[in-house]
């Protein structure tokens, strides 16, 4: 916002950066990283001699959800780098999925019907097994 506010786009009406938009994060020198925005409920990434791109995961979760599968190891197979757009990932379920899936669902446990089932729900099905 402060680079905005110093030296304004040259277009009123399409601004370089909004008040709408919340970084989440950003590389050390603050010339790539990625925003939520609040309008939409999207997240964008900005990156240096580039406008921002609305739109590159469809919300806060699905950002998450990628950030947790990479922390896990899993790879989307997009590796593009800051600011593309990821194709639609498929993995192949897990055997066990569908029957912690339903194991959850009869003991009170929020779980989508597909993606990463969280580690405290495959962890409570473990130790119910026992």
């Known amino acids: 916002m402060t680079l905005e506010e110093t ?3 040259a277009e009123l009406d399409c601004p370089f950066w909004h008040r709408e938009r919340v970084p989440i994060t950003a590389e050390r020198d603050g010339l790539y990283g ?15 001699a580039r406008l921002p791109e609305e739109g590159v995961y469809a919300s806060l979760f699905a950002f998450f959800q990628e950030a947790a599968d990479r922390l896990e190891g899993i790879s989307s197979g997009d590796w593009r780098g800051p600011g593309r757009p990821a194709r639609p990932r498929r993995f ?14 009869t003991n009170g446990y929020l779980v989508n ?18």
């Open 7 to 9: 030296q304004p786009s």
């Open 34 to 48: 990625t925003f939520f925005d609040t309008l939409n409920e999207t997240i964008g990434t900005w990156a240096e």
């Open 92 to 105: 192949d379920p897990r055997p066990d999925d569908e029957r912690i899936r339903l194991w959850a669902r």
């Open 113 to 130: 019907d597909r993606g990463r089932i969280p580690a405290s729900i495959r962890e409570a099905y473990e130790v119910s097994q026992r």
